[in-house]
């Protein structure tokens, strides 16, 4: 069986389900952009356009969850867990989740050798 690159969290899966009722299909990046820090972010499907240069690095819940090319040479050999949290005061992202004073935020940890040998082709 081929390692995952992405896991969710029961907290994220309940927020995006909310989200889905109210926005249908949505879309993931992780940011990596000044405004946002390194959060992952939450928009409708139509509402961002994908860099053609972005990496794909699966699906959750349904929803793709792309990364741009610079940031996957960092992240290559990490396992990315999508969480949420209560937003912190003062958040300004343009992510769909701060609607509900919530945050979706990012858990990375380095694969094993085993993981890493056995991961999907990208």
Same mark, same amino acid.
């Given at each position: 069986?081929?390692t995952q690159r992405l896991a969710v969290t029961k907290e994220a899966i309940?927020?995006?389900?909310?989200?889905?009722?109210?926005?249908?299909?949505?879309?993931?990046?992780?940011?990596?952009?000044?405004?946002?820090?390194?959060?992952p972010m939450c928009y409708e499907k139509g509402d961002f356009y994908v860099p053609s240069r972005n990496v794909k690095l699966g699906d959750i819940?349904?929803?793709?969850?792309?990364?741009? %090319?610079?940031?996957?040479?960092?992240?290559?050999? @990490?396992? &990315?867990?999508? *969480?949420?949290?209560? =937003?912190?005061?003062?958040?300004?992202?343009?992510?769909?989740?701060? %609607?509900?004073?919530?945050?979706?935020?990012?858990? @990375?940890? &380095?694969?094993? *050798?085993?993981?890493? =040998?056995?991961?999907?082709?990208?």
């Amino acid at each position: 069986m081929s390692t995952q690159r992405l896991a969710v969290t029961k907290e994220a899966i309940k927020t995006i389900e909310k989200l889905k009722v109210l926005h249908g299909d949505l879309v993931f990046n992780q940011s990596g952009g000044c405004c946002d820090g390194s959060a992952p972010m939450c928009y409708e499907k139509g509402d961002f356009y994908v860099p053609s240069r972005n990496v794909k690095l699966g699906d959750i819940c349904g929803c793709e969850f792309f990364i741009s %090319a610079d940031q996957f040479e960092y992240f290559k050999h @990490s396992h &990315i867990t999508l *969480d949420c949290k209560d =937003n912190f005061e003062g958040s300004n992202s343009f992510s769909l989740e701060t %609607a509900f004073e919530r945050q979706f935020v990012s858990v @990375s940890r &380095i694969f094993t *050798d085993e993981e890493y =040998n056995n991961l999907e082709v990208q």
